[in-house]
C-alpha cells in the first residue's frame, strides 16, 4: 500500500458540561453533521445530505456490565479534525481510493468517571460512528443502543433480521412495511430471526428528492455483528449485537468498536460507488501480497448441485472429486486461461454428523498427482474446508490443514459452514473470531480466502487482501437446489450485498434450463422452452444476463461456474468470460433503479479497456448507452453481446447475438434488454 499524499489538521475544543452542541460539514459540503449532548445527559446525531434531514436526531450509547453511556453524561472535550490521503488497494474497483474526511470525537463521562469517546468520521459520502471504552482492564459489553431514525418513509431493499443466516428473498417496500409478517416472507422459515428488523446493508431512497442510503458496518473486529431493530412509531433503527449470550463481547481496554456506516448519494450507483466501508479499515498490514492474485476459475462444483455427481463416497452419484474428473477441469482451466480449479468433496468426512479430515484426501482423489498436473498446466488447485458448521473440529485442525495445503502449492481456500453451530450463532462474537482467524492465519501460510455462510463482509479486506471474497446472499446455487431466487434478485445486489464488499455469486451459468446437464429431451429443436415438461429448478436469467454478472457484480475471483461441456457449445459466448477482467481501475455505475435494472461500467486495471454489464429483472427494458466515459482521443473495437430478438427468461434464454463495431467517446448504443435479460459489452481500446 503506497500512501501517495496525507494531510491532518486538529483543532481541540476543551468543554466540561452537558448541553453542548457541535457541526461539522464533510469536505465538498454537501454531506453535514450535527452532534449534541442533551441536558438529560444522552448524546445524539443527525445527518443532513443536500440539505434534506437524512437522519434526524438520534440517540447514541453503549452499556457494559458496569457502565452505562447512554445517559447522564457529560461532555469532557471535543475535538475536531481534517484527514486526506490517497491509498492503492492490492485490488478492488479502484486503483487508487481517495480517504478524505472532516471528523469530530467527542470525550463523555458517566457518573461514575468512566469516560467513553464517540468519533465520528464525515465523509463526501457518508459517516462512520464509533465508541472507544476508555480505561485499563477489561469490559464485558452488553448492549449497543446507536440509533437511526429516518426522514422519512422510505422505499427500502432489505432481507430479514437474523443473527444467524443471510439467504433470505430481498424485501421491496416502505419502511413502514417492515413487520414481522414481511420478514416471515423474506426468511420463508425461521432462523435466528430479531422479533422485527434487517440485516445490513440496507437500502433506501427518499421519494421526495431521489437521495439514496445505506446503512451498514465496517472493521468488524473481538464484537458480534449488527442487526438492525425496527421501530415503526419512531420510524427508527436500533443496532441489535448478534448472539444470545447476556454479554456480547468481553474486552481489553481501551476498545474501538466496529464502525456504524450510512451512504448517502444522490442515485443509486453512489451506493455502488462508495469506498467509505473500505476506507474505514485500518492499512494493509502484509509487508508482501505478490502471492495475492485476482483469477477466474472453474469448479468441481456445479454438477453436485445438479446431481449429477456427490460430493461423498456413500455410491448413490458418482464421486465427484476424483483424479479423472479434477484433470478434465483443469484441462478445460489450462485451455482457457482460467487460473484455478475448485475441488469440493476431495476429503474424508463427507456426510451429516462425520467428522472431516482436513489433510486426509478420498482414495480415489490423488492430491500429489493433481498438484503435479495442475501447475504443469499453469493452474492452481484450489482447496475446500467444509465444516457442517463443526467449527471446534475445524479449529482444532486448522494450521495443520493450511501447512497441508502450502505443501502442495495450494495458494487458496474456499471455507463452508452449512448448518447450525451448537452453543452459537453464525454473527456472534465466537463466530465473528473465528472467520477472522481464518483470514489471519490464512495469511501467515500466504493463503487466500473465500468464505461460504459468513458474516456479512465489513471491508477487512484492506488490512487483510488475501481475505478475497465471501458468500453471505442467496447466490446462483439457489436456482439448482432450491426455490430459487426472485426475477428481481440479481438487480439489487449491487446496492446492498455488494455494497459490504466482494461476493462470490458463482455467474455464467450457460445452460439455463439444464437441457444438457439433465434431461436434454426436454428441450425442443429450436432451443425454447417445452411447455409439456416440467422444469423444478432453473436460472431465471437469459444467457446474456449471466455474462453480464462478471461486470455487474464485483469480486476478485470469479467462478466459471457451469459444467466444461455446457460452454463448449457456445465457444463464441464463452470468449467474454476469457477477456473480462476482475481487477479494475475504475468503476462507474452509469444507470440504475434498484431491484429493476443496473449498468455499471468498469475500466481494466491492466489496460485502457473499458466493460459494461447491464442486468434487469422481469421487465423488458431499451439502454440509450452513453460512450461519454471513455477517453475522447481514442478509438474502440465494441463487441456486443445481447439478448437475441426471441429472447426472454422464460421462453428463449439461451438466444444470444454478438455484434460488432468501432465507436468513441461520443457515440450511444441502443441496446435492448429481454425480460430477465442483459448485455455484456467489451469496449477494446485502439
Not at 458517566?110 to 485499563?136: Q, W
Not at 433470505?168 to 422485527?196: K, N, W
Not at 428481481?488 to 462470490?504: I, Q, S, Y
Request: proline content about 3%; hydrophobic content about 35%.
Amino acid at each position: 500500500m503506497n500512501r501517495l499524499f496525507c494531510l491532518a489538521v486538529s483543532l481541540l475544543m476543551l468543554v466540561a458540561c452537558s448541553g453542548a452542541k457541535s457541526d461539522i460539514s464533510s469536505p465538498d459540503g454537501r454531506t453535514e453533521l450535527h452532534f449534541e449532548l442533551s441536558e438529560a445527559g444522552e448524546a445524539a446525531y443527525s445527518l443532513k445530505f443536500d440539505g434534506e434531514e437524512i437522519v434526524p436526531l438520534s440517540r447514541l450509547g453503549i452499556t457494559t456490565t458496569d457502565a452505562d453511556f447512554s445517559k447522564g453524561l457529560e461532555l469532557v472535550c471535543i475535538e475536531s479534525s481534517s484527514f486526506d490521503e490517497t491509498w492503492e488497494p492490492v485490488w478492488g474497483q479502484f486503483a487508487k481510493i481517495r480517504n478524505h474526511y472532516n471528523s469530530l470525537v467527542a470525550t463523555l463521562k458517566n457518573a461514575d468517571g468512566k469516560e467513553l469517546k464517540v468519533e465520528m468520521r464525515l465523509f463526501d459520502d457518508g459517516l462512520g460512528l464509533r465508541y472507544t471504552l476508555l480505561g485499563e482492564g477489561s469490559a464485558a459489553i452488553t448492549a449497543e443502543r446507536t440509533e437511526f431514525r429516518m426522514g422519512g418513509d422510505y422505499e427500502s431493499h432489505w432481507i430479514a433480521g437474523s443473527d444467524d443466516d443471510a439467504e433470505f428473498d430481498y424485501m421491496h417496500t416502505l419502511l413502514s412495511e417492515i413487520t414481522p409478517e414481511t420478514m416471515q416472507q423474506s426468511a420463508g422459515r425461521v432462523s435466528g430471526l430479531v422479533e422485527c428488523g434487517v440485516s445490513t446493508p440496507i437500502a433506501m431512497k427518499s421519494s421526495a428528492t431521489g437521495n439514496h442510503i445505506a446503512i451498514h458496518e465496517a472493521a468488524l473486529w473481538e464484537y458480534p455483528g449488527m442487526i438492525l431493530a425496527w421501530d415503526n412509531e419512531r420510524c427508527c433503527f436500533t443496532s441489535l449485537l448478534a448472539g444470545d449470550e447476556a454479554v456480547k463481547s468481553k474486552v481489553e481496554l481501551p476498545f474501538s468498536t466496529p464502525w456504524r456506516t450510512i451512504i448517502v448519494g444522490d442515485r443509486a450507483g453512489a451506493l455502488v460507488e462508495s469506498n467509505l466501508v473500505l476506507n474505514l479499515n485500518e492499512p494493509c498490514c502484509l509487508e508482501d501480497t505478490s502471492w495475492i492474485k485476482p483469477m477466474k476459475y472453474v469448479g468441481v462444483w456445479w454438477e453436485m448441485h445438479l446431481k449429477l455427481s456427490i460430493w461423498d463416497m456413500d455410491g448413490r452419484y458418482p464421486h465427484c472429486a476424483t483424479t479423472e474428473n479434477v484433470k478434465r477441469y483443469i484441462d478445460f482451466a489450462s485451455e482457457n486461461g482460467f487460473g484455478g480449479v475448485l475441488v469440493e468433496g476431495w476429503n474424508v468426512g463427507w456426510g451429516w454428523g462425520e467428522r472431516f479430515d482436513y489433510s486426509q484426501p478420498y482414495p480415489d482423489f490423488d492430491m500429489e498427482e493433481l498438484a503435479r498436473y495442475a501447475e504443469e498446466r499453469g493452474v492452481e488447485i484450489i482447496g475446500h474446508h467444509e465444516t457442517y458448521a463443526n467449527v471446534a473440529n475445524y479449529e482444532e485442525q486448522m494450521t495443520d490443514a493450511y501447512e497441508y495445503y502450502a505443501k502442495h502449492g495450494i495458494n487458496s481456500v474456499k471455507t463452508g459452514y452449512v448448518g447450525s453451530i451448537a452453543g452459537h450463532k453464525h454473527y456472534d462474537r465466537w463466530m465473528v473470531d473465528h472467520y477472522n482467524r481464518t483470514v489471519v492465519e490464512g495469511a501467515k501460510h500466504k493463503l487466500c480466502i473465500d468464505i461460504h455462510e459468513p458474516i456479512h463482509s465489513t471491508g477487512i479486506c484492506r488490512t487483510y487482501p488475501n481475505l478475497m471474497s465471501a458468500e453471505g446472499m442467496r447466490g446462483q446455487e439457489w436456482q439448482a437446489w432450491n426455490s430459487g431466487n426472485s426475477i428481481d434478485h440479481n438487480p439489487t445486489l449491487p446496492f446492498t450485498r455488494n455494497v459490504a464488499g466482494a461476493m462470490d455469486f458463482t455467474p455464467g451459468i450457460f445452460d439455463l434450463r439444464y437441457h444438457n446437464s439433465i434431461n436434454k429431451a426436454a428441450a425442443t429443436a429450436d432451443g425454447s422452452v417445452n411447455a409439456d415438461y416440467k422444469y423444478d429448478f432453473f436460472v431465471n436469467s437469459t444467457l446474456a444476463h449471466q455474462l453480464a454478472e462478471y461486470v455487474v457484480f464485483y469480486s476478485p475471483i470469479q467462478m466459471v461456474a457451469d459444467l466444461p461441456d455446457n460452454y463448449r457449445e457456445h465457444p463464441d459466448a464463452l470468449q467474454f468470460i476469457v477477456d473480462v477482467p476482475v481487477d479494475w481501475a475504475d468503476t462507474r455505475c452509469l444507470d440504475a433503479e434498484i431491484g429493476d435494472y443496473v449498468i455499471t461500467a468498469r475500466k481494466d486495471k491492466h489496460s485502457e479497456d473499458w466493460y459494461v454489464g447491464g442486468i434487469t429483472d422481469g421487465t423488458e427494458r431499451t439502454v440509450e448507452l452513453s460512450l461519454d466515459f471513455l477517453d475522447g482521443d481514442r478509438e474502440y473495437e465494441a463487441t456486443l453481446y445481447r439478448d437475441g430478438d426471441k429472447a426472454g427468461w422464460n421462453t428463449y434464454p439461451t438466444d444470444y447475438a454478438i455484434e460488432k463495431q468501432g465507436v468513441t467517446a461520443s457515440d450511444t448504443l441502443a441496446i435492448r434488454m429481454a425480460e430477465g435479460g442483459g448485455f455484456a459489452l467489451q469496449l477494446k481500446a485502439l
